[in-house]
Every structure is written in C-alpha cells, then in structure tokens.
C-alpha cells in the first residue's frame, strides 16, 4: 500500500501517526508540512476520494490511525459522530431506533444513528457512517447514559426512560407505536420503581399528547393511583380526544380521564 500513494499523501499519514492526529483541517495540514492551504486541502480531498480518510465537512477530514492495509478505510460511526459534534461544539445523545436498539428492544442493528443535538440538521455521511440529525434547544437534552468505548470515544444515548419517552413523543419519525406500549410494560415489570421514573421524564420531556397515551398504558399496567395522579395533575383539561394509537385511525370509545379515543 505504501507504494499505491504519493509522497504528500503518505507525508500526511506520517504526520498523523506522529502526532497521533484523529482528525485534521487543511489549514493545520498545511501549517504543520509548510504547506500551502490549497495543496494541502487538494491533498486531502484526494485522500477522502480513495476512501483513505473520511469527510466530515469542507476542510475538515478524519485520518486512520495508519495507511489502510485493505485499501480502504471508513471511520467508526461513533468516531466520526464525536468529531462532527466536537467540531460544532454541539451537546447531543443519540435517540430513535439506535438507542432502541442499545436498550434491547430492537434486534436489528440501524444502520444510520438518529441524534438530537444543539448545532445541525439533516443527514450527513461520514465514510460510510450515516446520520440524521435532528437540531433541538439545549433544554430538550437530558437524562442520557454514556460509556467509553475500546477506542476512547464517549458515546451518550437516551436513558432507557428518555428513550420510552422519545418512542411516544417522536412516533412518528421513529415508527415506535405499537412497539413503545410493550416495551413500557416489560420495562414496569423488569425493574421496581420504573413506572415512577419514566413518568418524571415525561414530566419534564414529554408533550400533552405523550403524557396522555402514557396515562392510559401506564393504568393498563395497574401502576398505582399515586403515580397515575402525578400524570393526569400535569395534563389541562380537554374535549378534543387524540387516538391512543396514532397510527391507525381515530375510531372507539373515549377514555375520558386521559382524554384518549381507544383505537386499538
């Protein structure tokens, strides 16, 4: 591989292995080579064209801890995530199917991870590490877990709690309903105590309609009045019922303390 690439190419691997760079801009690139601004963002566009550093943004690439004996290289999905929010100075935690997915409620591995964060919008792609970002006031982050992975990068999710609250706020971005109400009810019946914690998430997170559907379910459960009371004590009063079931259509009897249509 080593003479598959040009001599400013490996310059740039050398330099990242000295320095044990994860990420570099062309204007760095080109203050620690001497060289120009332009050849050095020349260079490492070329690099991302071969798959042997990843994009993140105009300027601004992921490098391998060293030339990729493959070939080619793609970074960590949790890597390139780091460095996108790092490079914003953004606060995030990853939601949706992703966290699902980590709590074990979801068998199958997503192959992009959805991200609430303070900075960015849309879709990006890093190598071949796929997100949607969805861009949120710094107050609607919260209750999150982290760990470190093998490789040193801090990874934050929604808590098991926050994660429930998500799948009934966001439904229908994350296609969670009917799937949320039996994972509500494993999660009440796992752990004692949950039922009362995953309604002060929702306290805090959750809109009138999740607080709603989650009274409803949480009754169903048989949880305990005390704790239905802190749910229906946060909720205005209404004649204008929401299905309990948004995914199908608003048709049954009404649950008139939570304001809910039974539709399934």
Known sequence: MLGQIGGLQAQVFALAQMRRLVSVTGEELAGSIGWTRNQASQVLSRLARRKLAARVRPDLYLLPPGIPAGGCWTPD?????????????????????????????????????????????????????????????????????SFRTPEGVTVTYSSRCRSLVDALNDWSRFGSFPAVRDWIGTEVAREPGMASRIVRCALTYGNIGSLRRLGVI???????????????????????????????????????????????
């Open 77 to 145: 999905s949790f890597l390139a995530l780091s460095v996108l929010m790092a490079d914003r100075g953004a606060q995030y935690q990853i939601c949706g199917s992703a966290a699902f997915h980590h709590h074990g409620w979801l068998d199958q591995v997503p192959n992009r991870l959805v991200v609430y964060n303070t900075a960015i919008s849309g879709s990006r792609l890093v190598g071949a590490a796929s997100f949607r970002l969805i861009q949120v006031q710094a107050s609607r982050l919260g209750d999150t877990e």
């Open 218 to 264: 949480l009754e169903d459960l048989g949880v305990s009045r005390q704790i239905l009371g802190r749910v229906a004590s946060a909720l205005p009063p209404t004649s204008a019922w929401i299905p309990l079931r948004p995914d199908l259509p608003g048709k049954g009897p009404v649950h008139r303390r939570w304001g809910v249509r039974m539709n399934g």
